[in-house]
T-cell receptor, first 111, second 112 residues
Framework: SQQGEEDPQALSIQEGENATMNCSYK?????LQWYRQNSGRGLVHLIL?????REKHSGRLRVTLDTSKKSSSLLITASRAADTASYFC???????????FGTGTSLTVIP | SQTIHQWPATLVQPVGSPLSLECTVE??????LYWYRQAAGRGLQLLFY??????ISSEVPQNLSASRPQDRQFILSSKKLLLSDSGFYLC???????????FGDGTRLSIL
């Protein structure tokens, strides 16, 4: 299956610390996206990184992509209690009509 | 600005009953539209996507169907619900496959 796998499944940190989540996938992709989901709500797009990019930043978010290892990481710096949510990666594989979402990392930021 | 509306927010249906979930998008034309299902504590599974009116694609065999009667309206249906159809259903739109997807708030469907 192309489905991405996030690691860790759950992460609990203190406010102000950094949070790192990883995503691995199986086949070549056009792009990789990270989304955030608050409990019981729809997903909110965070960052899209294309296969020819290695790193992107958006505010306190930093995403890296290593296509040779078929992996990506999301770093949230100086975390806040409001960052508590589930984070998903999604891949857009070559020659496929599917989008594949991972199973997510549940992040808890303790005030 | 663009908005996406999805309703109802929650739905409880008996096994064997029909289903109709509606999703509409405002503020954009000819969007790509998507229906996803999310099982509890899991990622999203793409059920259907559409690139235009009357154009529906699915790569997952299932008990559900989708229709796009208007440019910005996407409907998820079933003639007879199964227990396994329970879940959180999410509609999304994007300008094209290479662009971010924007999600509605979802419908939590419980089958009794």
């Amino acid at each position: 299956s192309q489905q991405g796998e996030e690691d860790p499944q759950a992460l609990s940190i203190q406010e102000g610390e950094n949070a790192t989540m990883n995503c691995s996938y199986k086949t070549s992709i056009n792009n990789l996206q990270w989304y955030r989901q608050n409990s019981g709500r729809g997903l909110v797009h965070l960052i899209l990184i294309r296969s020819n990019e290695r790193e992107k930043h958006s505010g306190r978010l930093r995403v890296t992509l290593d296509t040779s290892k078929k992996s990506s990481s999301l770093l949230i710096t100086a975390s806040r209690a409001a960052d508590t949510a589930s984070y998903f990666c999604a891949t857009d594989p070559f020659q496929s009509n599917q989008f594949y979402f991972g199973t997510g990392t549940s992040l808890t930021v303790i005030p | 600005s663009q908005t996406i509306h999805q309703w109802p927010a929650t739905l409880v249906q008996p096994v064997g009953s029909p289903l109709s979930l509606e999703c509409t998008v405002e503020g954009t034309s000819n969007p790509n539209l998507y229906w996803y299902r999310q099982a509890a504590g899991r990622g999203l599974q793409l059920l259907f996507y559409s690139v235009g009116i009357g154009q529906i694609s699915s790569e997952v065999p299932q008990n559900l169907s989708a229709s796009r009667p208007q440019d910005r309206q996407f409907i998820l249906s079933s003639k007879k619900l199964l227990l396994s159809d329970s879940g959180f259903y999410l509609c999304a739109w994007s300008l094209n496959r290479a662009q971010p997807q924007h999600f509605g708030d979802g419908t939590r469907l419980s089958i009794l």
